[in-house]
């Protein structure tokens, strides 16, 4: 019984964590690249209402997530040419992208309220899935669970190895040098970007497709914002982030259950802001010197204008 | 446009002060004819969408009922998406200067709002959906929504296997409490042993959570899941794990077709009608209501597959007791999770102790 609990609740936290990993990994390819995008929730909530829309019209669980990245990143590329070509204010742009988010989606999903829609198909293997604990957890999630693995090792390498990876890097951390040695800056930022809006699309059609596949008002419910923690939690690094995302669902999905045997010792509250917490000590840890290396990109957040 | 079920009824709270700020796009409809000097001009005030298929949507329906039921003699209009605070101060004082000359508002946090309003324009009458608060111009109704939780926890005490029922609710307030209380008596009532184990979301919407929550309620021995919560998140995980349920706010069938066993779903038309009618006579006057099930105004949803025979009976004595006053669902004695007694046997619990509850019955 206690291993069918644990089990049960850490399938839970998987799905907790996947459309937090799916949108902070997309945020972190932005801020790698020196943007700060603050409209992952309107983002994500565009990338819900779209898939749950296409899905629910056309039957089809993968127009649903092409419309979601599209959709999503149509969003961000409203925010690219404000921020990147006109060089606006990114905080104040990435805000208001997640109000404008937050209300298209609301009025575009308004028809679509109160309906339903297949949940995306889980994993089967014959006996292998059903072995007990491990096939349970491994070889039991939805695509989209190791769709998201499979992003995070392919960005960690790619990051770290690759050319492009090694690029997107140094723009990220000195644009004017980069744009020196001949790279395009802002054609470099307008490709972070919008990849963090499909992935931030992706992370929201998780939400309307798999984990509740149904749409509301404001389905995301704030996890826009702790991906966002999630990036600065995770020091910018695929890897970290993945592990913060799964910490996050897990405690999150902790507290549930720990609700419901009825030890409730750390008030619900308290729990629900870990998050942001947990956040706000890895930054103190990192502004203390201690850890150098794992400081922001040093060109977050400021416009670039090329000189000519 | 199809009728979809489910969702939403917010009321009491906002879902913190950035959700407000993000929702705060209200915009003024018009319905009716032309503006007759003759006519009396009515405005709702809603804290959600009218499109949020539960609260919200059902309170319209009232307001529809009314330009229905009186014609070109009043003409109604509503405001969508106020958010609770200095908004609403705004969108009411924006409906006084364009004529309005009666507001229903229909959130616990436009109450303040309301009263401040009221005190500057004494010729306005102004209606407060559950609230404490009354003046002589503006009058209080609220619905016994927690006699809809007593029927569906006789139904749960009756088939529940495991005798434990999951509960996913908002926020630690009376209103929820309340509903707790009466669904675990009422279990109780049929089965002494029956547990509710209850899952707090600190917030009205958050489906993820709410599936969460309502799998670890499955997950720990529910067989039976009930929320007090805006979406119908908890009735679909009951659909998806092939087990029962209740909906609450609006009818959840549509959803959960297989799970709903029934669902308390809200009636404001008798209210608004009459409220309308009292203010075209000049006989208006301030007041303070609670209404429920004798008056038709919190109503059960058709039985759902999984309700036997026995449990449709009980679930109608259930009702007719209720509507004539046998059953009470707050008689003593009843005791708090500590083992207390809080409501000696042979006395009932007022209203005034009722609408304060913030303790839970044991069961809980």
Same mark, same amino acid.
């Given at each position: 019984?206690?291993?069918?609990?644990?089990?049960?609740?850490?399938?839970?936290?998987?799905?907790?964590?996947?459309?937090?990993?799916?949108?902070?990994?997309?945020?972190?390819?932005?801020? =790698?690249?020196?943007?700060?995008?603050?409209?992952?929730?309107?983002?994500?909530?565009?990338?819900?209402?779209?898939?749950?829309?296409?899905?629910?019209?056309?039957?089809?669980?993968?127009?649903?997530?092409?419309?979601?990245?599209?959709?999503?990143?149509?969003?961000?590329?409203?925010?690219?040419?404000?921020?990147?070509?006109?060089?606006?204010?990114? $905080?104040?742009?990435?805000?208001?992208?997640?109000?404008?988010?937050?209300?298209?989606?609301?009025?575009?999903?308004?028809?679509?309220?109160?309906?339903?829609?297949?949940?995306?198909?889980?994993?089967?293997?014959?006996?292998?899935?059903?072995?007990?604990?491990?096939?349970?957890?491994?070889?039991?999630?939805?695509?989209?669970?190791?769709?998201?693995?499979?992003?995070?090792?392919?960005?960690?390498?790619?990051?770290?190895?690759?050319?492009?990876?090694?690029?997107?890097?140094?723009?990220?951390?000195?644009?004017?040098?980069?744009?020196?040695?001949?790279?395009?800056?802002?054609?470099?930022?307008?490709?972070?970007?919008?990849?963090?809006?499909?992935?931030?699309?992706?992370?929201?059609?998780?939400?309307?497709?798999?984990?509740?596949?149904?749409?509301?008002?404001?389905?995301?419910?704030? =996890?826009?914002?702790?991906?966002?923690?999630? $990036?600065?939690?995770?020091?910018?690094?695929?890897?970290?982030?993945?592990?913060?995302?799964?910490?996050?669902?897990?405690?999150?999905?902790?507290?549930?259950?720990?609700?419901?045997?009825?030890?409730?010792?750390?008030?619900?509250? $308290?729990?629900?802001?870990?998050?942001?917490?947990?956040?706000?000590?890895?930054?103190?840890?990192?502004?203390?010197?201690?850890?150098? =290396?794992?400081?922001?990109?040093?060109?977050?957040?400021?416009?670039?204008?090329?000189?000519? | 446009?199809?009728?979809?079920?489910?969702?939403?009824?917010?009321?009491?709270?906002?879902?913190?002060?950035?959700?407000?700020?993000?929702?705060?796009?209200?915009?003024?409809?018009?319905?009716?004819?032309?503006?007759?000097?003759?006519?009396?001009?009515?405005?709702?005030?809603?804290?959600?969408?009218?499109?949020?298929?539960?609260?919200?949507?059902?309170? /319209?329906?009232?307001?529809?009922?009314?330009? %229905?039921?009186?014609?070109?003699?009043? *003409?109604?209009?509503?405001?969508?998406?106020?958010?609770?605070?200095?908004?609403?101060?705004?969108?009411?004082?924006?409906?006084?200067?364009?004529? &309005?000359?009666?507001?229903?508002? +229909?959130?616990?946090?436009?109450?303040?709002? #309301?009263? @401040?309003?009221?005190?500057?324009?004494? &010729?306005?009458?102004?209606?407060?959906? +559950?609230?404490?608060?009354?003046?002589?111009?503006?009058?209080?109704?609220?619905?016994?929504?927690?006699?809809?939780?007593? #029927?569906?926890? #006789?139904?749960?005490?009756?088939?529940?296997?495991?005798?434990? %029922?999951?509960? #996913?609710?908002?926020?630690?307030?009376?209103?929820?409490?309340?509903?707790?209380?009466?669904?675990?008596? %009422?279990?109780?009532?049929?089965?002494?042993?029956?547990?509710?184990?209850?899952?707090?979301?600190?917030?009205?919407?958050?489906?993820?959570?709410?599936?969460?929550?309502?799998?670890?309620?499955?997950?720990?021995?529910? /067989?039976?899941?009930?929320?007090?919560? !805006?979406?119908?998140?908890?009735? *679909?995980?009951?659909?998806? @794990?092939?087990?029962?349920?209740?909906?609450?706010?609006? &009818?959840?069938?549509?959803?959960?077709?297989?799970?709903?066993?029934?669902?308390?779903?809200?009636?404001?038309?008798?209210?608004?009608?009459?409220?309308?009618?009292? %203010?075209?006579?000049?006989?208006?006057?301030?007041?303070?209501?609670?209404?429920?099930?004798?008056?038709?105004?919190?109503?059960?949803?058709?039985?759902?597959?999984?309700?036997?025979?026995?449990?449709?009976?009980?679930? !109608?004595?259930?009702?007719?007791?209720?509507? &004539?006053?046998?059953?009470?669902?707050?008689?003593?004695?009843?005791? !708090?999770?500590?083992?207390?007694?809080?409501?000696?046997?042979?006395?009932?619990?007022? !209203?005034?102790?009722?609408?304060?509850?913030?303790?839970?019955? *044991?069961?809980?």
């Amino acid at each position: 019984m206690t291993v069918h609990v644990l089990v049960a609740a850490l399938v839970t936290a998987t799905t907790g964590a996947t459309p937090l990993l799916l949108a902070a990994l997309g945020e972190t390819v932005a801020e =790698r690249a020196g943007v700060l995008n603050l409209g992952v929730e309107g983002m994500m909530l565009m990338g819900a209402v779209s898939a749950f829309i296409v899905t629910t019209e056309t039957g089809s669980d993968i127009l649903g997530l092409l419309a979601a990245m599209l959709a999503a990143a149509g969003i961000a590329a409203i925010f690219g040419v404000l921020t990147l070509t006109l060089a606006a204010n990114q $905080v104040a742009t990435g805000l208001a992208a997640t109000i404008f988010g937050t209300g298209l989606s609301a009025l575009l999903g308004a028809r679509f309220v109160g309906k339903s829609v297949v949940p995306l198909p889980r994993l089967h293997l014959p006996v292998l899935s059903d072995i007990p604990v491990l096939g349970q957890l491994f070889l039991q999630q939805d695509g989209m669970v190791y769709l998201a693995l499979a992003i995070t090792a392919g960005l960690a390498w790619a990051m770290a190895k690759t050319r492009a990876g090694m690029i997107l890097r140094a723009v990220g951390e000195s644009d004017t040098a980069a744009h020196a040695l001949g790279h395009n800056v802002i054609g470099v930022r307008y490709a972070a970007v919008l990849f963090g809006g499909a992935m931030a699309g992706l992370g929201g059609a998780y939400l309307s497709l798999a984990s509740t596949p149904m749409w509301i008002e404001g389905l995301t419910a704030g =996890r826009g914002w702790i991906a966002l923690a999630l $990036v600065v939690f995770g020091a910018w690094r695929p890897w970290r982030v993945l592990a913060g995302a799964y910490l996050f669902g897990g405690i999150n999905v902790l507290q549930l259950y720990l609700q419901g045997a009825g030890f409730v010792a750390v008030p619900t509250q $308290v729990l629900a802001m870990i998050p942001y917490l947990a956040t706000i000590v890895v930054l103190m840890a990192m502004s203390s010197g201690g850890a150098r =290396r794992l400081q922001a990109p040093s060109c977050l957040g400021k416009p670039f204008r090329p000189a000519n | 446009m199809e009728n979809p079920m489910g969702l939403i009824s917010r009321r009491g709270l906002v879902a913190g002060a950035a959700a407000a700020a993000v929702m705060a796009r209200p915009g003024v409809r018009l319905v009716g004819g032309a503006k007759a000097a003759t006519t009396l001009k009515v405005a709702w005030v809603y804290t959600g969408p009218v499109a949020d298929m539960g609260y919200t949507f059902e309170h /319209d329906e009232g307001r529809q009922a009314v330009q %229905a039921h009186f014609g070109d003699a009043v *003409q109604t209009h509503y405001v969508e998406n106020v958010a609770e605070g200095p908004d609403c101060e705004r969108v009411l004082r924006q409906l006084v200067e364009s004529g &309005d000359t009666m507001v229903f508002s +229909t959130s616990f946090g436009f109450m303040n709002s #309301v009263i @401040r309003v009221a005190r500057q324009f004494p &010729d306005m009458k102004f209606e407060q959906a +559950t609230g404490y608060k009354t003046a002589t111009n503006v009058a209080e109704y609220n619905l016994r929504f927690y006699q809809g939780r007593w #029927v569906c926890g #006789v139904v749960a005490g009756m088939l529940s296997k495991s005798g434990i %029922a999951g509960y #996913v609710a908002a926020y630690p307030i009376p209103e929820v409490i309340m509903g707790i209380n009466a669904f675990t008596l %009422a279990a109780r009532s049929v089965n002494p042993a029956f547990r509710v184990k209850v899952i707090w979301i600190n917030n009205w919407v958050d489906p993820g959570k709410e599936a969460d929550a309502a799998k670890s309620l499955v997950d720990q021995g529910a /067989d039976i899941l009930t929320d007090h919560m !805006d979406s119908s998140a908890v009735m *679909q995980t009951a659909e998806q @794990r092939g087990i029962l349920g209740f909906g609450q706010s609006a &009818d959840r069938s549509k959803i959960a077709p297989h799970a709903q066993l029934t669902a308390i779903t809200d009636n404001w038309a008798p209210y608004y009608v009459k409220r309308v009618q009292a %203010a075209l006579d000049g006989s208006w006057t301030s007041g303070s209501v609670w209404l429920g099930m004798k008056e038709g105004m919190v109503k059960m949803a058709p039985y759902g597959p999984g309700m036997t025979p026995a449990a449709k009976a009980a679930a !109608d004595k259930a009702q007719a007791g209720i509507i &004539d006053g046998s059953v009470q669902p707050f008689a003593g004695p009843i005791a !708090d999770q500590s083992g207390t007694v809080r409501v000696p046997a042979g006395t009932i619990m007022s !209203d005034a102790e009722v609408l304060k509850m913030d303790w839970m019955v *044991q069961g809980t």
